[in-house]
T-cell receptor, first 109, second 113 residues
């Protein structure tokens, strides 16, 4: 399975933008880049996904590098509720979704 | 829609006992999967299914069986529980293909003594 690499942790201030990076240098042409997050004591929840173009939704934005070897999840204004583990995952044509360790985001009031 | 439901929410087993974790979805999703999450760790894929009658192994399949007789249900069976299977188990479903989001159930917390 194609792997992703994320920093272990990141801190941000409330109401400031947050940029969470992800490297996926072995991505194949048909892999979609997915982001999920897991709040404390909860199951994972979907955040956003994309293939080549940048994507926006009500939760976040996803910026994908032109060569697709990296991407960045952007939270435009972090809130305390955004403190979670964020997972960057490549979803393949066979639909398998394999999680890595993710990045732990802490938000300071 | 109820989404993805899992039962039970909590379970305590003795070593050697068997049990089935239930998972159901009402979104007509072809793809379903089971994960386990140990304390402080990420999720690991146990088994997955791309449709009724079709299952395949994930990263950590040993000690677990699955079957998919209907689109809606994807039970996970522990054949002979071991303390190493103490974990939180999550079921998930999605439409088939990489361009769809995956929905997760609330989880089952299993303790094996």
């Amino acid at each position: 399975d194609a792997k992703t690499t994320q920093p272990n942790s990141m801190e941000s201030n409330e109401e400031e933008p947050v940029h969470l990076p992800c490297n996926h240098s072995t991505i194949s042409g048909t892999d979609y880049i997915h982001w999920y997050r897991q709040l404390p004591s909860q199951g994972p929840e979907y955040v956003i996904h994309g293939l080549t173009s940048n994507v926006n939704n009500r939760m976040a934005s996803l910026a994908i590098a032109e060569d697709r070897k990296s991407s960045t999840l952007i939270l435009h204004r972090a809130t305390l509720r955004d403190a979670a583990v964020y997972y960057c995952i490549l979803r393949r044509a066979n639909s398998k979704l394999t999680f890595g360790k993710g990045i732990t985001l802490s938000v300071r009031p | 829609n109820a989404g993805v439901t899992q039962t039970p929410k909590f379970q305590v087993l003795k070593t050697g006992q068997s049990m089935t974790l239930q998972c159901a979805q009402d979104m007509n999703h072809e793809y379903m999967s089971w994960y386990r999450q140990d304390p402080g760790m990420g999720l690991r894929l146990i088994h997955y299914s791309v449709g009724a009658g079709i299952t395949d192994q994930g990263e950590v399949p040993n000690g677990y069986n699955v079957s998919r007789s209907t689109t809606e249900d994807f039970p996970l069976r522990l054949l002979s529980a071991a303390p190493s299977q103490t974990s939180v188990y999550f079921c998930a479903s999605s439409n088939q293909g990489p361009n769809y989001e995956q929905y997760f159930g609330p989880g089952t917390r299993l303790t094996v003594t």
